[in-house]
């Protein structure tokens, strides 16, 4: 599956009112200190793909059918998990933990402004990204639909979530060896806050419990597939595509997917996790799927 | 002023209450990873003044007649506040930051599990005490308090407070000259977290708008004056009691008030601001602000 030109329409403009709404917040006024605010802007401005906020947007409008509507409602929570995604790449870069030169092209945060800084602009946007999130309130999202999704951002991020799936990892570096524990890691570092990205666009239409929990299985699924694909990419892609360098985990010692179960199985895993994330939204009453179904179908044979 | 032995036994019983709340801010069935777990618990657990959470639960006793319920509304807010203070102390540590070895007379995080954990564990604490905030709602604090504290934290520990403050202190390691630029550092480290504290009690005993400004008021003075005790004690304390080297600001070569202004001023500084604080309270219709007026005088006269 490749793209439709009408998918690449909707993914394009709604990555630019992403990208807009991440220009701006930060209120000026505020007067936050230059070298912070260049750091933070440095890494949150870097382009992407803007996949995680796009789902959360995505998903608000497959529950409501005013997509305008839906996706105003919910950019609050879409900033903040780029927010959130962001500060976790700005730190996975640090000496002290990966320790990456590049990112998207570009030098890491930490080789422009120093490792404190970047401590500091990472730090800085996991905590803002929560009160990006609170001024959904604002936007007509209510209080207690906007206090789940906190709630749930501090989970699925934390130590339970992202957070403690990078723990995970760090302890595997002593030996992985079964799917079971890989998996774990994965589910964690990286499908956890797609799953959350899903839910929050779910809380900001105001989802029922059971379209809640499709969108989850949904997200958690396409999260593993993602990171599946990822590691498929780092052995098959190219650098210029990609915009880092290619093969890193293999010169990292690291396990993959590819690694442990080859890269034929890994690529079935792929298909089957779309199909079974695809599944999970059939059958909960959600008023229009089909974006978030298209969005996982371009996700399976992405090249970047 | 010294510590009656009745605001002594109030101390004592808080941080009591507050100790045995940390203890439980991770639930044991969620499997966070053990090292990880560790790691927080070695910060979080250390011991301390819990100054700050005691000043969360003051805060919602000065505004609320019964005071077990208003602490208890108050302890999940009281817990993300040490949480919060906790990470800032983890990361502020770190070899790229203070390169500090010693805390509380113990090994810093990193000196114990590595700087990448050290990493993880701070971003650890820091989201998952927007998780423990949220919880207040389950103990009866209306959502729309528990948001307004949620985005709160966000703002007096983020980028416009705690982190941003941060950030002004190292770009000020090129040369703080003047009292101003000293204090807007020091307002912004150790202040706005201090003024949050007294503000989260306000949300959770559903303190008026004045009420909260007096508390704010209260809590900014406090808290500059106890950050230029912080720096007179470096100067005249001992190591034994501070569990931490002395003079460790001039070796660092970091402008301090005494530095600037000389011992007297300093502690001149100290009492005004602590009258000053007090005077906030005056007149803002508190059901009883004793016990946050004596804390203020305790730490005015403090020996660590």
Not at 6 to 12: A, E, G, N, P, V
Not at 116 to 141: E, Q, R, W
Not at 152 to 161: I, Q, R, S
Request: some cysteine.
């Amino acid at each position: 599956m490749t793209t439709s030109v009408d998918l690449h329409t909707y993914l394009t403009a709604r990555r630019e009112r992403v990208e807009k709404a991440l220009r701006e917040v930060f209120p000026p006024a505020w007067g936050i200190p230059s070298t912070l605010r260049d750091a933070m802007d440095y890494s949150l401005l870097a382009g992407g793909k803007r996949l995680r906020p796009i789902l959360v947007l995505a998903a608000a409008e497959a529950v409501q059918d005013d997509a305008e509507r839906a996706s105003d409602r919910a950019m609050p929570f879409a900033c903040a998990v780029e927010m959130i995604h962001t500060y976790s790449l700005i730190h996975d870069d640090l000496p002290a933990m990966d320790n990456d030169d590049f990112r998207r092209g570009r030098p890491t945060n930490h080789k422009v402004y120093g490792d404190a800084m970047a401590i500091l602009a990472g730090d800085g946007l996991l905590t803002h990204a929560f009160h990006v999130l609170a001024s959904a309130a604002k936007g007509g999202v209510p209080a207690e639909r906007v206090l789940a999704a906190s709630e749930e951002l501090a989970m699925f991020a934390g130590v339970f979530g992202m957070v403690g799936g990078q723990a995970l990892d760090m302890e595997g570096e002593q030996g992985v060896t079964s799917l079971g524990q890989l998996e774990s890691i994965h589910l964690h570092k990286t499908s956890d806050l797609i799953a959350f990205s899903v839910r929050a666009g779910g809380h900001a239409s105001e989802a029922g419990d059971d379209q809640l929990r499709a969108l989850e299985r949904f997200g958690k699924n396409v999260g593993l597939a993602f990171q599946i694909q990822d590691d498929i990419l780092d052995l098959t892609g190219t650098e210029e595509k990609l915009g880092k360098p290619v093969k890193s985990d293999e010169r990292q010692e690291k396990v993959t997917y590819p690694f442990l179960i080859g890269l034929d199985e890994s690529r079935k895993r792929v298909s089957s996790l779309t199909e079974e994330a695809n599944e999970a939204l059939l059958g909960a009453g959600l008023s229009d799927p089909r974006r978030l179904i298209e969005i996982a179908g371009s996700l399976l044979n992405r090249d970047h």
